[in-house]
Protein backbone atom coordinates (compact mmCIF):
# COMPACT_ATOMS: atom_id res chain seq x y z
CA UNK A 1 0.00 0.00 0.00
CA UNK A 2 1.62 3.16 -0.87
CA UNK A 3 1.53 6.27 1.34
CA UNK A 4 -0.13 9.53 -0.43
CA UNK A 5 2.32 12.17 -1.16
CA UNK A 6 2.20 15.80 1.43
CA UNK A 7 0.84 18.16 0.52
CA UNK A 8 4.67 20.21 0.23
CA UNK A 9 5.98 17.34 -2.02
CA UNK A 10 3.05 17.52 -4.07
CA UNK A 11 3.26 21.87 -4.35
CA UNK A 12 7.38 21.79 -4.44
CA UNK A 13 8.40 23.58 -7.15
CA UNK A 14 11.28 21.50 -9.32
CA UNK A 15 14.29 23.01 -9.80
CA UNK A 16 15.37 23.90 -13.46
CA UNK A 17 18.44 21.64 -14.81
CA UNK A 18 21.50 24.04 -14.57
CA UNK A 19 24.67 23.35 -16.39
CA UNK A 20 27.44 22.36 -14.46
CA UNK A 21 30.67 24.18 -15.36
CA UNK A 22 33.21 22.98 -12.96
CA UNK A 23 33.71 19.28 -14.36
CA UNK A 24 34.12 21.51 -17.74
CA UNK A 25 36.30 23.40 -16.77
CA UNK A 26 38.63 20.68 -15.07
CA UNK A 27 38.32 18.38 -18.19
CA UNK A 28 39.64 21.34 -20.60
CA UNK A 29 42.80 22.15 -18.29
CA UNK A 30 43.84 18.86 -18.27
CA UNK A 31 43.21 18.80 -22.28
CA UNK A 32 45.31 21.96 -21.97
CA UNK A 33 48.05 20.62 -19.97
CA UNK A 34 48.40 17.31 -21.81
CA UNK A 35 48.91 19.37 -24.82
CA UNK A 36 51.53 21.35 -23.67
CA UNK A 37 53.47 18.95 -22.40
CA UNK A 38 53.09 16.76 -25.75
CA UNK A 39 54.02 19.68 -27.99
CA UNK A 40 56.84 20.98 -25.51
CA UNK A 41 58.52 17.16 -25.38
CA UNK A 42 58.34 16.62 -29.04
CA UNK A 43 56.37 19.24 -30.84
CA UNK A 44 58.92 20.92 -34.31
CA UNK A 45 61.39 23.41 -32.54
CA UNK A 46 63.55 24.54 -35.50
CA UNK A 47 62.07 25.41 -38.74
CA UNK A 48 64.62 25.00 -41.82
CA UNK A 49 64.97 28.14 -43.32
CA UNK A 50 63.72 28.59 -46.80
CA UNK A 51 66.76 30.35 -47.92
CA UNK A 52 69.30 27.26 -47.91
CA UNK A 53 68.96 23.67 -48.74
CA UNK A 54 70.08 21.81 -45.76
CA UNK A 55 72.10 18.96 -46.19
CA UNK A 56 70.75 15.17 -44.99
CA UNK A 57 71.88 13.13 -42.23
CA UNK A 58 71.02 10.06 -40.70
CA UNK A 59 70.67 11.90 -37.04
CA UNK A 60 68.42 11.05 -33.87
CA UNK A 61 68.71 14.05 -31.95
CA UNK A 62 66.33 16.61 -32.26
CA UNK A 63 67.93 20.50 -32.48
CA UNK A 64 67.96 22.84 -29.70
CA UNK A 65 66.59 26.00 -29.75
CA UNK A 66 69.02 28.69 -29.44
CA UNK A 67 71.38 31.04 -31.23
CA UNK A 68 70.77 30.66 -34.55
CA UNK A 69 72.75 31.47 -37.48
CA UNK A 70 72.38 31.02 -41.60
CA UNK A 71 75.13 30.50 -43.32
CA UNK A 72 74.54 30.99 -47.28
CA UNK A 73 76.59 31.78 -50.45
CA UNK A 74 75.95 35.46 -49.84
CA UNK A 75 76.79 35.55 -46.10
CA UNK A 76 76.02 34.78 -42.55
CA UNK A 77 72.91 35.47 -41.13
CA UNK A 78 71.00 35.97 -38.52
CA UNK A 79 68.54 33.53 -38.61
CA UNK A 80 65.42 35.48 -37.83
CA UNK A 81 62.06 33.63 -39.33
CA UNK A 82 61.26 36.04 -42.37
CA UNK A 83 64.01 38.71 -43.10
CA UNK A 84 67.43 37.58 -41.81
CA UNK A 85 70.00 40.34 -40.68
CA UNK A 86 73.57 39.96 -42.99
CA UNK A 87 76.00 39.66 -40.30
CA UNK A 88 79.31 38.92 -42.35
CA UNK A 89 79.25 39.74 -46.39
CA UNK A 90 81.07 36.99 -48.76
CA UNK A 91 83.83 39.57 -48.98
CA UNK A 92 84.92 38.87 -45.36
CA UNK A 93 84.17 35.42 -45.87
CA UNK A 94 87.03 34.60 -48.58
CA UNK A 95 89.69 37.41 -47.29
CA UNK A 96 92.23 34.56 -46.83
CA UNK A 97 93.88 36.85 -43.70
CA UNK A 98 90.59 36.25 -41.42
CA UNK A 99 90.26 33.00 -39.37
CA UNK A 100 88.25 34.73 -37.12
CA UNK A 101 85.54 36.62 -38.48
CA UNK A 102 85.23 39.95 -37.01
CA UNK A 103 81.67 40.69 -37.31
CA UNK A 104 80.45 37.46 -36.19
CA UNK A 105 82.43 37.52 -33.25
CA UNK A 106 81.26 40.98 -32.46
CA UNK A 107 77.70 39.86 -32.77
CA UNK A 108 78.06 36.41 -30.46
CA UNK A 109 79.98 38.35 -27.75
CA UNK A 110 76.65 41.06 -27.95
CA UNK A 111 74.52 38.26 -27.66
CA UNK A 112 76.80 36.70 -24.81
CA UNK A 113 76.52 40.22 -22.73
CA UNK A 114 72.65 40.49 -23.33
CA UNK A 115 72.13 36.81 -22.27
CA UNK A 116 74.04 37.76 -19.19
CA UNK A 117 72.53 40.83 -18.30
CA UNK A 118 69.29 38.84 -18.68
CA UNK A 119 70.14 36.88 -16.03
CA UNK A 120 70.17 33.91 -18.06
CA UNK A 121 73.17 31.32 -17.38
CA UNK A 122 75.51 31.67 -20.21
CA UNK A 123 75.12 27.84 -21.96
CA UNK A 124 77.73 28.65 -25.27
CA UNK A 125 75.15 26.49 -27.28
CA UNK A 126 74.79 27.89 -30.96
CA UNK A 127 72.11 26.43 -34.04
CA UNK A 128 73.85 26.47 -37.25
CA UNK A 129 72.02 26.04 -40.34
CA UNK A 130 74.45 26.02 -43.57
CA UNK A 131 73.03 25.21 -47.16
CA UNK A 132 74.83 22.73 -49.73
CA UNK A 133 77.06 24.85 -51.39
CA UNK A 134 79.12 26.61 -48.81
CA UNK A 135 82.53 25.36 -48.86
CA UNK A 136 84.30 23.71 -45.79
CA UNK A 137 86.73 26.61 -45.51
CA UNK A 138 83.73 29.21 -44.20
CA UNK A 139 82.57 26.74 -42.09
CA UNK A 140 85.66 26.48 -40.34
CA UNK A 141 86.18 30.13 -40.03
CA UNK A 142 82.63 30.03 -38.65
CA UNK A 143 83.10 27.29 -36.25
CA UNK A 144 86.59 28.79 -35.39
CA UNK A 145 85.08 32.26 -34.54
CA UNK A 146 82.34 30.73 -32.37
CA UNK A 147 84.88 28.83 -30.25
CA UNK A 148 87.05 31.88 -29.98
CA UNK A 149 83.69 33.59 -28.20
CA UNK A 150 83.21 30.53 -25.51
CA UNK A 151 80.26 29.03 -27.65
CA UNK A 152 81.69 25.37 -27.55
CA UNK A 153 78.30 23.32 -28.38
CA UNK A 154 77.20 23.42 -32.08
CA UNK A 155 74.20 21.73 -33.32
CA UNK A 156 74.10 21.92 -37.30
CA UNK A 157 70.43 21.52 -38.57
CA UNK A 158 70.05 18.58 -41.02
CA UNK A 159 67.16 17.29 -43.10
CA UNK A 160 66.45 13.55 -41.99
CA UNK A 161 67.39 10.85 -44.51
CA UNK A 162 65.07 8.25 -44.97
CA UNK A 163 66.65 4.61 -44.91
CA UNK A 164 65.89 2.35 -47.39
Known sequence: MAFAP??????????KGELMLNSMMDMMTIILLFLLKTMGSSGALLRPSPYVELPKAMRDKEPQKGLCILITEQGIFEDMERNPRMLVDTQELTDADNVVLPNLETFLNDQKEFTKRLGKPF?????????????YDWLLKVINTCGQTEYATLDFVVLKATTS
Not at 6 to 15: D, F, I, P, Q, T
Open 6 to 15: SKSAKHRKRE
Open 123 to 135: KGEITIQCGKEVT
